[in-house]
């Protein structure tokens, strides 16, 4: 399979609890990105990668947030002291960028779901 | 400000009737535009992308865009909608950084 994947597909965790979420990109894909998505809306962008630098962090939703990508392969995202507000779906993507007639779509993987009790 | 504007957060329509789901853009250049589909439960799937190429695009499931620089509009169309077809439709267009600028969503409800 060459496609984006997350692990783990579904977390439930008690409140205060930390939880990490993985991502796995398309191998030749220099981008990642990482998003929130809860119930009936659109994603909501919280951080990218080119490479292993992090190019932005300010939409992190709060300092409990924190995102790597030490290789510049794959990504995790952590979330310290859960709340219940935090739960959702966290999604991850990948695309490709920077070369010539790129459109630098973004491919996603099936996503974290995050249940904090 | 650029902007993604997707008119209606839920459309309904017949099994074998016309689907169609609106989306206009904001921008000051020629925009790269997507729809993506997203399933419950499921990630985000492309369905289709203008590249500034033809402004007709057809994509996966049977489904076609049409872009439309005068109206600033990517409305996205099927001729006859399926019980599989629903689903969660979102438009986006990409900035100057390859990010993605997105639509608040349009549910697509199918009845039989």
């Known amino acids: 399979d060459t496609g984006v994947s997350q692990d783990p597909r579904h977390k439930i965790t008690k409140r205060g609890q930390n939880v990490t979420f993985r991502c796995d990109p398309i191998s030749e894909h220099n981008r990642l990105y990482w998003y929130r998505q809860t119930l009936g809306q659109g994603p909501e962008f919280l951080t990218y990668?080119?490479?292993?630098?992090?190019?932005?962090k300010s939409r992190l939703l709060s300092d409990r947030f924190s995102a790597e990508r030490p290789k510049g392969s794959f990504s995790t995202l952590e979330i310290q002291r859960t709340e219940q507000g935090d739960s959702a779906m966290y999604l991850c993507a990948s695309s490709l960028v920077g070369q010539l007639l790129n459109t630098g779509e973004l491919f996603f993987g099936e996503g974290s779901r995050l249940t904090v009790l | 400000a650029q902007s993604v504007t997707q008119l209606g957060s839920h459309v309904s329509v017949s099994e074998g009737a016309l689907v169609l789901l609106r989306c206009n853009y904001s921008?000051?250049?020629?925009?790269?535009l997507f729809w993506y589909v997203q399933y419950p439960n499921k990630g985000l799937q492309l369905l289709l992308k203008?590249?500034?190429?033809a402004t007709l695009v057809k994509g996966i499931n049977g489904f076609e865009a049409e872009f439309k620089k005068s109206e600033t509009s990517f409305h996205l169309t099927k001729p006859s909608a399926h019980m599989s077809d629903a689903a969660e439709y979102f438009c986006?267009?990409?900035?100057?950084?390859?990010?993605?600028?997105w639509g608040a969503g349009t549910k697509l409800i199918i009845k039989p």
């Open positions: 203008y590249t500034s190429a």
């Open positions: 990668f080119q490479n292993e630098a992090q190019l932005e």
């Open positions: 986006a267009r990409r900035d100057s950084n390859y990010q993605l600028i």
């Open positions: 921008s000051s250049v020629p925009p790269y």
